[in-house]
T-cell receptor, first 119, second 112 residues
Framework: AQTVTQSQPEMSVQEAETVTLSCTYDTSESDYYLFWYKQPPSRQMILVIRQEAYKQQNATENRFSVNFQKAAKSFSLKISDSQLGDAAMYFCAYRSLPHYGGSQGNLIFGKGTKLSVKP | ETGVTQSPTHLIKTRGQQVTLRCSSQSGHNTVSWYQQALGQGPQFIFQYYREEENGRGNFPPRFSGLQFPNYSSELNVNALELDDSALYLC???????????FGEGSRLTVL
């Protein structure tokens, strides 16, 4: 079974600085998706960035980028120029491709990292 | 484009009661899934529906059941509520073979 581990329960960053959130995962599959979701106090889970495992190039979305190390099964999120609105819970998630049997392509989440941004 | 909407946003039930939560999928999405998020935890997969049939289920007992309707909206039903069922219930929609899921704001259930 696949697992996702986020080893940092809480992180803090100064406004305008850079922070990196860590995520490791375990799987025997060769192709899959990885995601970072943000969950502010409003509760809605918002997609931050996605990475397909077959792509060697790291995904980037504006101030957000990932460091995807497939062999090490590591998927960290870097937030540059941190803003007050970045404060939230961040969840790393894994998703099998639908054609892989038992997991049926559902998301498997880590326990989350609470990010605080100091003004 | 209408996003995923859930109702009710908050509700309180007592142990042993039954509850129904509702979800409207994002336009164009044919797959809906439900997740339970306990306080301070990541969401846990309950089940997924495609074409009105359950096509995936997590480690939840049969008293958790669901429906998907022809318009791709969905319901989550929980019978014989237990105190541990208190959680945020998230609905997510997607295309079957797409990557990401799109989530609603959730329904906060408190069981007393």
């Amino acid at each position: 079974a696949q697992t996702v581990t986020q080893s940092q329960p809480e992180m803090s960053v100064q406004e305008a600085e850079t922070v990196t959130l860590s995520c490791t995962y375990d799987t025997s599959e060769s192709d899959y998706y990885l995601f970072w979701y943000k969950q502010p106090p409003s509760r809605q889970m918002i997609l931050v960035i996605r990475q397909e495992a077959y792509k060697q190039q790291n995904a980037t979305e504006n101030r957000f980028s990932v460091n995807f190390q497939k062999a090490a099964k590591s998927f960290s999120l870097k937030i540059s120029d941190s803003q007050l609105g970045d404060a939230a819970m961040y969840f790393c998630a894994y998703r099998s491709l639908p054609h892989y049997g038992g997991s049926q392509g559902n998301l498997i989440f880590g326990k989350g990292t609470k990010l605080s941004v100091k003004p | 484009e209408t996003g995923v909407t859930q109702s009710p946003t908050h509700l309180i039930k007592t142990r042993g009661q039954q509850v129904t939560l509702r979800c409207s999928s994002q336009s164009g999405h044919n797959t809906v899934s439900w997740y339970q998020q306990a306080l301070g935890q990541g969401p846990q997969f309950i089940f997924q529906y495609y074409r009105e049939e359950e096509n995936g289920r997590g480690n939840f007992p049969p008293r958790f059941s669901g429906l998907q309707f022809p318009n791709y909206s969905s319901e989550l039903n929980v019978n014989a509520l237990e105190l541990d069922d208190s959680a945020l219930y998230l609905c997510a929609s997607s295309q079957l073979r797409a990557g990401e899921l799109f989530f609603g704001e959730g329904s906060r259930l408190t069981v007393l």
